[in-house]
């Protein structure tokens, strides 16, 4: 399985980015596809997720700013990103996991992981 990140880059507070994620390589018609992010020395946490079901899930922090929506091909989803705060500058990366069971939204569960994109907010 491979991931292909796009998107993200440099914003100033308020303003909007988007994040797509494509995945290549799956067979199975269940899976769990979302967003991480990480900043340098901490650890990394859960964005949002979502699965091959209904279940969509947001952390605290970007609830009411962000929506993660899958996009038209099957294994592929976008993170709109609005409202943005310099908290939000981070390493963002694309993970996917083999069930429709999203792990608990820890990382360590998640198998593939794209290699991360940069996203700066600016005051």
């Known amino acids: 399985v491979q991931l292909a990140e796009s998107g993200g880059g440099s914003a100033q507070t308020g303003g909007s980015l988007t994040l797509s994620c494509a995945a290549s390589?799956?067979?199975?018609?269940?899976?769990?596809l979302g967003w991480f992010r990480q900043v340098l020395g901490q650890e990394r946490e859960v964005v949002a997720l979502?699965?091959?079901?209904?279940?969509?899930e947001y952390a605290d922090s970007v609830k009411g700013r962000f929506t993660l929506s899958r996009d038209n091909a099957k294994y592929s989803v976008s993170l709109q990103m609005n409202l943005l705060k310099p908290e939000d500058t981070a390493m963002y990366y694309c993970?996917?996991?083999?069930?429709?069971?999203?792990?608990?939204?820890?990382?360590?569960?998640?198998?593939?992981w794209g290699q991360g994109i940069q996203v700066t907010v600016s005051a």
């Open positions: 993970a996917a996991r083999e069930s429709d069971w999203c792990g608990a939204s820890l990382p360590h569960w998640f198998e593939n």
């Open positions: 390589g799956y067979s199975d018609s269940a899976y769990c």
């Open positions: 979502m699965n091959s079901g209904s279940y969509l």
